[in-house]
């Protein structure tokens, strides 16, 4: 996946998602993101709108580690908000 959602390709995430599948068995073990599910998303949504609202600028719906250009105020700001994808309202 890029790390940018606006550095995918045309096809958009086919070529990702056979990539994943691919390489399923690879993969250590832990949670996946299911980016499809409506309450994922919504929670992507809220951890990016208070990412921002602590100084870290990253887009909706994005994964949580998708960017960290700024890794002192990512950690800062991820404190902050990783309640949020835990399932707490935030």
Known sequence: M???PKDLP??????SDKADKACAAL???GKTIDMNDPETR??????AKCMRANGYDMPDNAP??????????????SKVCAPILDGKRG
Do not use: S, T
């Open 2 to 4: 890029p790390d940018d």
């Open 10 to 15: 045309p096809e958009g995430m086919a070529v």
């Open 27 to 29: 993969q250590p073990p």
């Open 42 to 47: 919504d929670r992507m949504a809220r951890f």
């Open 64 to 77: 949580p580690n998708i960017q960290q250009k700024n890794p002192p105020l990512w950690e800062k700001a």
